[in-house]
Structures are given as structure tokens and as C-alpha cells.
């Protein structure tokens, strides 16, 4: 192994800073250290996932320290933001002593963002090349597979995932080892393992940063899954709207089948797994479980009805375990460190940490990996620095939305509940994916509620009549309130369907696609009221004025 | 053979193993309104009539689409499910084109009769009035896709018992419709064997027999199963 | 239909062992060699995967990325998730709308051009954001009309039979 190098450029290649020009920024980078030569010659310019604050990249992370292949501590590192390619020489000369760092581009690390994250799933999330598995591998991943497969049984890693407490982290939040011995225990034969990277609820985009920024870490915690489980054959399901990350999945799929870490006798054990990428096509239904197989069996994606759960019958009829992709990259770490280490990050009933991404109306943008348990008022304003430009005591926000089109609004008097799985649904909104968008107070919430029913109708599959036909009326209905020409036996209908869809439709979309208007109504529906038009009905409420000005 | 003790309604009922929650209802003479499910196809469960609650959880489930458990209670007529009923009624109502006086199934229409036995006689829901289309390329049959309520029978009888496969359902949501071939004329897909059995399945007026006009239509709904017995058990029971 | 494409097509069904649960895989292959799905290359890929004709068109048209319409020249995306539509993407849409003189998800478009909405890319950080054939436009500056303006005039995304200079209002 070559000499660990003194100074080390990490150069986020992710999408989000992709698109703000990083591509551009590290050809400069590896220019000017070309043209600079000397002590710039020392320098590793290395490409990395997600440095988190997708808001103002492109980012760059400046090492100091990088010996003995050690982490670099948290004060060797500089954080840049927002950097040209022009001003990649000044970086490098600023690297290496010969010249002064651009300032104005510099983040401070010690900021509540980057210091109150706590990197479990995201733990190499920035540091390790995705492109590379050498760069994985002297990073660690893979080694909990091959100790496993030496070491364990799938019942004692079944075991550690039961007392790391890990609930599902694609909303619904069942809890993970219960699901892995469902799976495992079935009567003998083939079972499968599913990967559910589908991330379609608009404001989530953990799954993609994880699958762009260290998809090696995805594939060992699948296999360790599927070893736990007794699975040969494995999918997963990526939506076509990701290609970066279904092109580094690949790679890395690649990459691993060439060093034996997946295929027949992984790793010297006589376990084999074969892991496949399915692309998806376009359609948000398939994020549910039922609708997610019959896609991957090349059908229209659309639900049936449970029981039997998928663990029971699923893929070509045998048992199978879907976990979504944050679930299974924090099974290797767990395994690492233990499922009662675990299991002491977070709350009773929700342990470990959550991803979020972060955005909308807030000053800081980007990937957010905190303990359960943390409030929404911590994440919101401490951390997402709450509504540019705004001040009081809610800094600006009006509500956060959660859980996407199955969630719900949480209005900011209640920014001080803890992020867990029951307190979200307690307040009718839900943990889901892990979106939260921060919305501001010019923000009309009847407006909101359309925004997400509209969602709804067109990602509904229109197999089930609540679903298909409800949310087209439930979306009739919200139109006449943000044209405010409603009345007050609209709101009754409204509220009356709402409650019809939901306890009736056949899957988790239409089950869930009237919470964000149920959950406004709750908490904003003086907006609905100020909607009707029956004059000596409508209180003149603040909520009146409000809307004139949003208008 | 095995056999399942359950409560529909309080009333105790037993089934064989195999059974599903709608066999146990109909063990207890109890009647439950289904538009999609037809005996001897295989269950959707998405017309979502036949949901019915289970006493202990709460939870709804399809009775077609759920295998009926020993011990399980159901209840099937609470007033909860009944306003249920009734609105998924409107809904299907409200997204078609039902003109129930000039329409060939009339008297003989799932749709109808189940409109009757929820109470429904109107759509508090606005008629949607979609824009959808007749088909009377076929030289004996026609598809009027404004009386389809999407139930999809036709698409599993053609599956499953003819074995022809000319029907399936296209895009999605409440632009979801029933296409023959690529989306193409009926009468153009060679697939069809004109056996007519989708004929007899549709539970509405969507699909007729051209001879037949207002109020004609006659259907033989027991199709499916005495074809499947034929098959499966070698008996016949359609002489 | 051109031997040479369907000459490929055969090709890629092969690769895929002729597996019917690989319909997606291979509809999205046969999508990049026509730029979408022409009747005659779904008949190819029903006959030669043993799948009804009918199965093959429901599942072609119940994804919103399979296109049965030949596509416009240019193709422009707005992004109605969440955080877009929190930062402006509704007006975003309407104001391109105007410029180019069509339609949101009319697939013909203006001829030239075709917009569509899509739900979310992932790319809240840079919201509110464009594609533009197939290139991503991050923090399209809703707050400042004249840079907007200068932006989407440098994307391209003028209506080229009739440049309104009230289109863009």
C-alpha cells in the first residue's frame, strides 16, 4: 500500500453537487496541481459521496492529517463551499502553505450542521471513493461479511438485529429482526432478498446520497441479510430517476463479484449470493412492497392485498425479505459494534439514528444524520439554521412537512416533539422515508394539500376504486378550496372521503394519501374555513389575510 | 380434510381449509355485495365491497382475498362498513358513464343491483363525465368502455380459463382502462377466440353481444367456475 | 421498422434469456434504440419474450417513463416535488409554459419542445430545478425575474416560431 498521504482534497461527486459544477471543480483541481507541481504533487485529490450540505455545493474537504490511514480528526478538516474552478489553484496553493484559502468560501465545521450529525448509516458517506471498492475495503466494509460468514450463524446475526431494536426505515417502521426471522424461518426452499431503493416521496433523497456515495456498504449489509436469512438471489430495486446511483450500484456490484464477495463460496464460506439492480420505470407505487415484486417480476406495479406478507409468499411465490436501503447499510456497522451499542443511540421504542434531507424553506439544505429522539426544532432551526431571513421564535416556519404524500404537516408550535415513530404519528403525520421540507409562513396550507393529492391521483395504479376514484375527487374538492368558492358541506365531504380512502384502500398510497390533508385540517383549518364562501360563515380570520397576501 | 371454525357476525360457522373469508360469510347465509370477484377467477380484492372487519384487530379485509383462519371473528355489517359501501358505490358511479334506462344490462347489472342493496340512489361525488370511447370492431361482441368499472374479470377470464389473454388493463389511476392487443381494435386482435366468456363476466353493460339492446343483455356469471371444476375436479356440471 | 433496430432488439432479449420477467429491462433498451416504444417493436418484444400483446402494452403505458409517442426534439422537465414546489416550481412551470406557448405534459409539445413535470429527482438541495434534455438545472432563480429570465433564455427555452416578448409574463 502507497505511503498515506499528508493532504487530501475530497471532492463530493454526488448529484446534488454534480449539478452545481463539481465535475468541473476537480478536473480544475487536478489541473492546478499538475501546473502547481512541488509540495501540490503531494496532494490526493480523491472523489467522495455526500459531504451533506447539498444546498451550496460544489463541496470540497480539506485534510490536513491523514497518517496511518487513521480518520483525519474533526480539526484537520476544512470545508469548502460553493468553489469555481477558477478558484481551484488558490485551494491548493492554500493546501500546501503557498497562499491564502478562499475565506469566503469556507464553512466552519463546528457549526451545529456538521456537529450535531451523528454518522452511522452516513459513515462513509464523504470519505470513501464510491467508485472504488479498494478504497471501500481499506475502509473497513466487508469486513463484518467475511467475519460473519466465519464466525457466526445466521441466528446469532438474526440475533443482533433483534437487540439493536432497527425498525424499517421506509416509513412503516416494522420492526427489522422480526421481519428476518419470518423470512428465515419459513419451510424449507428458495427465498429471496429486495433491496428497496424506490426513494419516491418528493423531498427524500437519503437513499440516492447512500446509494452515490458508498453503495459498497449497501451491498455487504444485503449480504449479510441474505445470509441471515438463507437467500441465494438477490434484487435491487432502484427508480430510473437515480442514473448516477444505479451506474455506481453496477460498478460496484461488479467490483465485488470480482473480488468474491458476492457469487458462489463468498469469501472462502460455501455461501453464494447472486445480486441483481432492477431499474424501475417511473412510478411511485412500487415503493410498496407488494407493487415493488410485481415490478421486478416485469408486471404493472400494483399492489395486493397482505396477508400473506411478502416474507411468507413473495418473489415467484417464496418467502422474501425487503428492506429499504438505509435499513440494510446500517446492518454492517451494527454488526460491528454490536446490537445493544446500538440500541443505546435514540429513544425506547425508536433506536439508532435517522437519516433526513433536509430542504425547502430552510438556510441549510442537505443530508442530516441524527439520533431518534432529536426534536424537529433541533433539526429544523439549530441545525437547518430554520427560514432565511426570518426571525421570532419559530424562526419563520410555518410547518414542516414529513413522511411526503403518506405524511402530514407539523405545525411549528409543535417543533419541540421528538423525531420518533410514534410521536410523528401521534401528531398524524409520519417518520416515512425520512423527507422533511421546511415550509415558511406565506405557505398556503389548502394549497399544500392539493400539492400532495395531486401527487396522489397521479401515482395512484387505479387497481382499487377508493384510490383511483377518491383521490380524483378529494382533488375536485381541494380545488374549490384554494379557489376558495367552497362551501361548508364541502368541508364535510372533504373530510368525510378522506376518512373513506383511507381506511379503505387497498395499499400504504391510499391508505395514507389523504394525511396531508387530514393533518392540515387539523392543524390549519381556520385556511379551510377562510375557503368557504358562505359570507356570514367565514370568520375573518387572520388566516383570511394571510392568504390574500400569498396570493 | 381440515376444517376452520370462525364467527361471521357472532354466528359460528365452519369451512375447509383452503377456504377464504367470502366462503365463510356465505356459510352463514350472510350476504356480501362483490363487483370484482367472481367464483372461479382468482381474487383482486379491488372493488374493496366485500371488506369486512375483524373483531379483535379492527383491521378491514377483503373477504374475497383473505384465506379464512381458525379462530378468526368477522363482523360484515357494522355501520361503518355500510357507509363504506355505499360511497365506494358513488365513486364508481361518479367515474363512469351509468345511464342505467338505455343501457343493455339494465336489470341484469352487478353495478345496479348493488346500488340497490347499499341505498344508493344518487352520487353526493360529481359525475365525472369521462371522455371514453365504444368499440364495435368485433363482428359480435362491442366494449363500451363508459359502463366499465375496471373490475378486471374480463382480463382474468381471458387468462385464466380461455387462455387468450386479449385483455389487460392499460396506464394508470383514472386513466386505467381495459385494451384488447396493443390498445388495438378488438376486432383486429387475433388472440380472440370469440369464446364470449368476457361476455358473461362483465358484471355492467360494458361488454355486450350486439345482438342484444336495452335491457337485453343475459349473462351466464357461472361460467367461470363450472369451466374451472370441469378442468381441475373432471366434473361437469354444465350440461 | 428498420432491420438494424430490430435486428438489436432480438439481440437484447437474447441476452436477457428470453426471460418474460425481464419486460422492463428490455422496454427500456428497445426505448433507447427508437427513442420510444413504436407499436411494431412491442409486437417484437411480446412475440419474442411468449407475452400477450396486451400484457406488454399495460405495462408499457402504466410507467410514466416509457414513452408511445414518438418524442419532440427537445424535452424539458420541471420538478413538482415538495421542496420545488415550496420554492417556486408551480410558477417555474407556468412561466415556461408561456415562453414556449404549449402545454405542461402535452407530449407533442409545441412541436419542438415537449414539458412534463416530474414528481421528484432527489435534488431538493437545489430546488427549484429543470432538465433540460437530459442535463440538470439546479436553483433556477425564482426571486429575481431578470436573471430568470436570462437563464431560461440561455437554456434554450424560447419559443422559436414566435418569440413573445410577452410569453414570458
Redesign the interface.
Given at each position: 500500500m502507497a505511503a498515506t498521504p499528508q493532504l487530501q482534497l475530497r471532492c463530493c461527486a454526488a448529484?446534488?453537487c454534480?449539478?452545481?459544477g463539481s465535475a468541473a471543480l476537480q478536473a480544475a483541481l487536478l489541473a492546478a496541481r499538475d501546473q502547481l507541481g512541488g509540495a501540490a504533487e503531494a496532494v490526493t485529490i480523491k472523489p467522495v459521496g455526500c459531504l451533506r450540505l447539498?444546498?451550496r455545493?460544489p463541496l470540497v474537504a480539506l485534510d490536513r492529517r491523514g497518517g496511518d490511514g487513521q480518520e483525519p480528526s474533526a480539526g484537520s478538516t476544512e470545508l469548502y463551499a460553493e468553489l469555481t474552478p477558477e478558484q481551484a489553484p488558490a485551494l491548493l496553493a492554500a493546501a500546501t502553505g503557498l497562499g491564502e484559502a478562499p475565506t469566503a468560501q469556507r464553512l466552519d465545521p463546528a457549526h451545529p450542521f456538521f456537529a450535531l450529525q451523528k454518522p452511522v448509516v452516513l459513515e462513509g458517506c464523504g470519505v470513501v471513493n464510491p467508485e472504488s471498492i479498494d478504497d471501500a475495503l481499506a475502509h473497513g466494509t466487508y469486513a463484518q461479511l467475511r467475519r460473519v460468514l466465519l464466525e457466526c450463524t445466521p441466528e446469532q446475526v438474526r440475533d443482533q438485529v433483534k437487540r439493536s431494536g432497527l425498525r424499517g426505515r421506509g416509513g412503516a417502521g416494522y420492526p427489522s429482526g422480526l421481519k428476518w426471522d419470518t423470512v428465515a424461518l419459513q419451510p424449507p426452499g428458495p427465498r429471496y432478498v429486495v433491496c428497496n431503493a424506490d426513494?419516491?416521496?418528493?423531498?427524500?433523497?437519503m437513499d440516492?446520497s447512500v446509494l452515490e456515495s458508498d453503495p459498497h456498504r449497501l451491498i455487504e449489509g444485503m449480504a449479510i441479510a441474505a445470509y441471515a436469512v438463507g437467500a441465494e438471489q438477490g434484487y435491487v430495486y432502484v427508480r430510473?430517476?437515480?442514473p448516477l446511483a444505479i451506474e455506481r450500484l453496477r460498478l460496484a456490484l461488479r467490483q465485488a463479484r470480482g473480488k468474491g464477495l458476492l457469487g458462489s463460496g463468498i469469501a472462502g464460506s460455501s455461501f453464494n449470493l447472486r445480486l441483481e439492480v432492477?431499474?424501475?420505470?417511473?412510478?411511485?407505487v412500487c415503493g410498496e412492497e407488494t407493487a415493488l415484486l410485481a415490478?421486478?417480476?416485469?408486471?404493472?406495479?400494483t399492489p395486493?392485498?397482505r396477508?400473506?406478507y411478502p416474507a411468507q409468499k413473495g418473489l415467484w411465490d417464496a418467502p422474501t425479505l425487503i428492506n429499504n436501503v438505509e435499513t440494510l447499510t446500517s446492518i454492517p456497522v451494527i454488526l460491528r459494534e454490536g446490537g445493544d451499542w446500538y440500541a443505546s443511540i435514540g429513544t425506547e421504542g425508536s433506536k439508532g439514528t435517522k437519516v433526513f434531507?433536509l430542504?425547502?424553506?430552510v438556510a441549510n439544505?442537505?443530508l442530516v444524520e441524527v439520533p431518534m429522539g432529536t426534536t424537529l426544532r433541533t433539526v429544523v432551526q439549530t441545525i437547518g439554521g430554520g427560514v432565511p431571513g426570518a426571525d421570532g421564535p419559530d424562526g419563520g416556519v410555518k410547518a414542516v412537512?414529513t413522511g411526503?404524500p403518506s405524511g402530514g404537516c407539523i405545525p411549528a408550535h409543535l417543533l419541540d416533539t421528538p423525531v420518533d415513530y410514534e410521536s410523528l404519528k401521534a401528531l398524524g403525520s409520519m417518520m416515512g422515508s425520512g423527507?422533511l421540507?421546511?415550509?415558511?409562513e406565506t405557505?398556503s396550507m389548502p394549497e399544500?394539500a392539493r400539492?400532495?393529492m395531486r401527487?396522489s391521483?397521479?401515482?395512484?395504479?387505479?387497481?382499487?376504486?377508493?384510490c383511483?376514484?377518491?383521490?380524483?375527487?378529494l382533488a375536485?374538492l381541494l380545488d374549490r378550496f384554494v379557489e376558495r368558492r367552497a362551501t361548508l358541506a364541502d368541508l364535510e365531504?372533504l373530510e368525510?372521503?378522506c376518512t373513506?380512502v383511507g381506511?379503505?384502500?387497498?395499499c400504504g398510497l391510499g391508505q395514507a394519501a389523504p394525511n396531508p390533508v387530514l393533518s392540515t385540517l387539523r392543524y390549519f383549518r381556520q385556511e379551510y374555513q377562510a375557503a368557504c364562501r358562505d359570507p356570514d360563515q367565514c370568520e375573518p380570520l387572520d388566516a383570511c389575510v394571510l392568504q390574500e397576501v400569498t396570493r | 380434510m381440515s376444517v376452520h371454525t370462525l364467527t361471521v357476525d357472532g354466528m359460528e360457522v365452519a369451512v375447509p381449509e383452503g377456504a377464504t373469508l367470502l366462503d365463510a360469510v356465505r356459510a352463514a347465509g350472510v350476504e356480501l355485495p362483490t363487483l370484482c370477484h367472481l367464483d372461479g377467477l382468482s381474487?383482486?380484492?379491488?372493488?374493496?365491497l366485500c371488506?369486512v372487519e375483524m373483531e379483535t384487530s379492527g383491521h378491514?379485509?377483503?373477504a374475497c382475498?383473505?384465506?379464512a383462519g381458525e379462530g378468526m371473528a368477522v363482523l360484515t355489517q357494522t355501520p361503518?362498513l355500510q357507509?363504506?359501501r355505499r360511497?365506494?358505490v358513488e365513486?364508481?358511479f361518479?367515474?363512469g358513464n351509468h345511464v342505467c334506462a338505455f343501457c343493455v344490462a339494465n336489470g341484469n347489472c352487478e353495478l345496479q343491483d348493488v346500488a340497490v342493496a347499499v341505498g344508493m340512489d344518487h352520487s353526493?361525488?360529481?359525475y365525472?363525465y369521462p371522455n371514453r370511447r365504444v368499440d364495435a370492431s368485433h363482428p359480435r361482441f362491442a366494449i363500451d368502455h363508459h359502463r366499465c368499472?375496471?373490475c378486471t374479470r374480463c382480463v382474468r377470464v381471458c387468462d385464466e380459463i380461455e387462455g387468450a389473454h386479449v385483455w389487460d388493463?392499460a396506464?394508470?389511476?383514472?386513466?386505467?382502462s381495459i385494451i384488447a392487443g396493443l390498445d388495438q381494435p378488438w376486432g383486429e386482435v387475433q388472440a380472440c377466440t370469440s369464446c364470449g366468456k368476457c361476455v358473461d363476466v362483465c358484471p355492467t353493460g360494458a361488454i355486450f353481444r350486439k345482438d342484444d339492446t336495452t335491457a337485453e343483455k343475459e349473462a351466464n356469471r357461472e361460467r367461470p367456475q363450472l369451466l374451472r371444476s370441469a378442468r381441475e375436479q373432471h366434473q361437469w356440471q354444465n350440461q | 421498422m428498420p432491420p438494424q433496430a430490430v435486428e438489436r432488439t432480438t439481440r437484447l432479449i437474447r441476452q436477457q434469456r428470453g426471460r418474460?420477467?425481464?419486460?422492463?429491462?428490455v422496454?427500456?433498451q428497445v426505448q433507447e434504440i427508437y427513442g420510444y416504444l413504436p407499436p411494431g417493436a412491442l409486437a417484437q418484444v411480446a412475440r419474442e419474450l411468449k407475452l400477450p400483446l396486451s400484457r406488454v402494452h399495460?405495462?408499457a403505458s402504466?410507467?410514466?417513463?416509457?414513452r408511445l409517442e414518438a418524442p419532440t426534439a427537445h424535452r424539458c422537465a420541471v420538478c413538482?416535488?415538495?421542496?420545488?414546489?415550496?420554492?417556486g416550481g408551480g410558477d417555474l412551470a407556468e412561466r415556461i409554459e408561456g415562453r414556449l406557448g404549449l402545454r405542461l405534459d402535452d407530449p407533442a409539445g409545441n412541436g419542438t419542445w415537449a414539458l412534463e413535470h416530474?414528481?421528484?429527482?432527489?435534488?431538493?438541495?437545489?430546488?427549484p430545478?429543470l432538465v433540460v434534455d437530459g442535463q440538470?438545472?439546479?436553483?433556477l432563480p425564482m426571486d429575481d425575474p431578470a436573471a430568470l429570465d436570462a437563464r431560461l433564455d440561455a437554456l434554450g427555452l424560447t419559443a422559436a416560431a414566435d418569440p413573445d416578448p410577452n410569453g414570458a409574463s
Open positions: 448529484s446534488g454534480r449539478s452545481a447539498c444546498g455545493g426513494e419516491g416521496d418528493p423531498g427524500a433523497f440516492r430510473a430517476e437515480y432492477r431499474v424501475g420505470a417511473g412510478a411511485y415490478s421486478i417480476q416485469g408486471q404493472r406495479g395486493r392485498p396477508p400473506p434531507a430542504s425547502g424553506a439544505t442537505g412537512q411526503g423527507g421540507v421546511v415550509m415558511g405557505t399544500v400539492h400532495f401527487f391521483v397521479n401515482e395512484s395504479c387505479g387497481k382499487c376504486v377508493p383511483r376514484a377518491g383521490t380524483v375527487q375536485h365531504r368525510e372521503l373513506m381506511a379503505t384502500s387497498l | 381474487p383482486v380484492g379491488a372493488c374493496r371488506l378491514l379485509q377483503p382475498a383473505t384465506a361503518q357507509h363504506y360511497m365506494a365513486l364508481f361518479a367515474e353526493r361525488f360529481p365525472q368499472i375496471l388493463v396506464n394508470r389511476g383514472g386513466e386505467c | 418474460s420477467d425481464a419486460l422492463i429491462e422496454l427500456h399495460g405495462v402504466f410507467y410514466h417513463l416509457f413538482l416535488g415538495t421542496a420545488c414546489f415550496v420554492k416530474v414528481s421528484c429527482l432527489g435534488a431538493c438541495g437545489q430546488a430545478v440538470l438545472e439546479p436553483r
